[in-house]
């Protein structure tokens, strides 16, 4: 049975990953920062979609399995740039 829960937990993460992509394919988008740890990039990424700003992890699989050598980079829409650097910067 846990297999099978890892199973439905990584289609759900692809499946926003798409919606993602999906929602933000025509925006420009911007790095707003690069992290060292795969799982820096998802709590900045969670903070700024809890404040309604949409957000994705470019190079997360580099990041995942080459951490030293690839940053996570977390990327938002150009017009969502500001507030979201203001955001992250605040805490």
């Known amino acids: 049975m846990q297999i099978l829960g890892e199973i439905v937990n990584f289609i759900q ?13 025509d ?6 920062e690069e992290y060292n740890t795969l799982t820096e990039a998802q709590i900045a990424k969670s903070i700024l979609e809890s404040a309604g700003i949409e957000a ?8 995942m399995n080459f ?5 996570a980079q977390l990327v938002v829409s150009d017009a969502d740039y500001e507030q979201a650097k203001a955001l992250l910067h605040h805490r």
């Not at 925006?27 to 707003?32: I, P, R």
């Not at 470019?58 to 990041?63: D, F, G, K, L, Y």
């Not at 951490?67 to 940053?71: E, G, H, R, V, Y």
């Open 56 to 63: 994705m992890i470019r190079n997360e699989h580099m990041a």
């Open 13 to 25: 993460r692809k499946s926003e990953n798409l919606q993602n992509q999906n929602i933000m394919k």
């Open 27 to 32: 925006e420009t988008l911007v790095v707003l």
């Open 67 to 71: 951490p030293l050598a690839t940053p």
